[in-house]
């Protein structure tokens, strides 16, 4: 059974950065794909970022590309997610989800397609 443990959420000041933590477990390889949504007040679900843990590939969504960096570590099946330069508009619940081949950020209409951990809050002040 896939289990995702998500962590490192809090507040922050607009311009500050925070670092998220996904830990994974129950995958019997490397070929899967851990991700990031997330949703804000009266907003739609976003798919913000993932990596393919196998070649580490990673994409972005457009409203975070140049300020988060996604990265794992094999070692202790943790992806890490590097949130630089917040905006208020990242205020958001982040929710780290895992799939065989699917990404957030290129297959956000289907969340049943993935595995969700629980969420955690992100809130960026002015």
């Known amino acids: 059974e896939v289990q995702l443990q998500a962590s490192g959420g809090g507040l922050v000041q607009a311009g500050g950065s925070l670092r998220l933590s996904c830990a994974a477990t129950?995958?019997?390889?490397?070929?899967?794909?851990i991700g990031w949504f997330r949703q804000g007040p009266g907003k739609e679900r976003e798919g913000v970022s993932c990596?393919?843990?196998?070649?580490?590939?990673?994409r972005y969504a457009d409203s975070v590309k140049d300020r988060f960096t996604i990265s794992s570590d094999k070692a202790k099946n943790t992806v890490y997610l590097q949130m630089d330069s917040l905006k208020p508009e990242d205020t958001a619940v982040y929710y780290c989800?895992?799939?065989?081949?699917?990404?957030?950020?290129?297959?956000?209409?289907?969340?049943?397609?993935?595995?969700w951990g629980q969420g955690t809050l992100v809130t960026v002040s002015s």
């Open positions: 990596i393919s843990i196998s070649d580490e590939d990673t």
């Open positions: 129950g995958f019997t390889s490397d070929d899967y794909v």
């Open positions: 989800v895992a799939d065989l081949w699917n990404c957030p950020v290129v297959n956000s209409a289907s969340a049943a397609t993935y595995n």
